[in-house]
């Protein structure tokens, strides 16, 4: 959808296009919590993912759902969903935020105004990345929460006085703790989202246009079709970066591995470095990938909510206010001449 240019840093279309961010990742969350329960137990188990191995606590989704459920109830499917809540508004409200104001600056540029592309991988990784800065320390809280024993103590935690629980006892490193991994990773994830979601909506207007034989001005385009440019933008977006995911989580967990008891083996991972080599060299390259197939289906419902929420939002609220500000301009500049004559 096209965004108007006009007033595009005004005080009120700034507040919408972060309370629009916002609500996209209140949405979202509430969508991908599942999933995200069992990408974080797939990736934080060293037995391998398998119904054949009697070791390992989950073999596959279904058994790993049924598992979960079980012993936890439907409480534990949804397991640090108020942490992650306060994670992914906080993080989105940023992000969209700070994306427009980027492009809008970047738009301002030759260089960045001749490749359009770059400009949506440039501002959309920063924006990850300042969104990221924002939310880790409710990131660390959440994981914990999910990873955590269902009778420990750390699996009742508050996003917010759990965040401050993490940094009074293990101070800046634990409540920073995977920030600089994930920093690395988000950069490319969020950038290639940014460029992959608008190649395909480029792409499905081009070709409505060429179906239809009539103009798409406005790039317009029905929000199933959003839905289905989003998901394939955060598919192959994270499948790019998955292997680092694998590796944050794990070194999130260095402090308080006897809340995870029932789990079975804990990942040693004191540092990036030792987390790298000991998946290497206990479960093998596939240890990486562990938990990928529910990620790329949370990746994917997840990029597809951001994004076709947000752009319906600024479709239904934020663009009408600016083209409101854009006429009131345009009467004032009016008035003006008037005077003048």
């Not at 006085?161 to 293990?170: D, I, L, N, P, Q």
């Not at 694998?246 to 804990?266: A, P, Q, Y």
Request: hydrophobic letters at 40%.
């Amino acid at each position: 959808m096209k965004t108007p240019n006009a007033n595009a840093h005004s005080s009120t279309v700034q507040v919408l296009q972060a309370v629009g961010g916002g609500v996209s990742g209140a949405v979202t969350r509430f969508v991908s919590q599942p999933f995200d329960v069992l990408k974080i137990r797939f990736q934080l188990q060293v037995e391998p993912l398998s119904k054949s191995n009697e070791s390992a606590k989950y073999g596959g989704m279904l058994q790993a759902f049924a598992t979960i459920y079980r012993e936890e109830g439907m409480r534990g499917i949804w397991k640090g969903h108020v942490a992650g809540q306060v994670m992914s508004i906080s993080y989105a409200f940023v992000q969209f935020w700070s994306y427009e104001q980027l492009r809008h600056a970047a738009a301002q540029t030759k260089f960045f105004h001749d490749h359009n592309h770059l400009s949506y991988f440039v501002c959309g990784g920063t924006a990850g990345c300042l969104g990221t800065l924002v939310a880790q320390p409710f990131d660390v809280v959440r994981t914990r929460v999910v990873a955590a024993d269902p009778d420990s103590s750390t699996s009742k935690l508050r996003a917010v006085s759990g965040a401050y629980r993490v940094f009074r006892y293990e101070g800046l490193r634990g409540i920073t703790s995977g920030l600089a991994l994930t920093l690395l990773q988000i950069y490319p994830l969020v950038g290639a989202n940014f460029v992959f979601y608008k190649l395909f909506n480029r792409m499905l207007v081009t070709f409505g246009e060429y179906i239809f034989d009539k103009p798409n001005p406005e790039h317009q385009i029905p929000g199933p079709l959003l839905f289905l440019s989003g998901f394939t933008a955060g598919v192959l977006s994270k499948m790019l970066v998955y292997p680092a995911d694998v590796i944050k989580k794990r070194s999130m967990l260095h402090h308080f591995e006897d809340d995870r008891k029932s789990f079975g083996e804990n990942p040693k991972c004191r540092s990036v470095r030792e987390c790298i080599a000991n998946t290497l060299k206990y479960e093998g390259p596939a240890g990486f990938y562990k938990g990928m197939l529910p990620t790329l289906y949370k990746s994917g419902v997840m990029a597809a909510c951001y994004f076709t929420i947000y752009d319906t939002f600024n479709h239904y609220v934020t663009h009408p206010y600016q083209r409101y500000e854009k006429s009131l301009e345009e009467e004032k500049q009016r008035q003006a001449k008037k005077g003048k004559w």
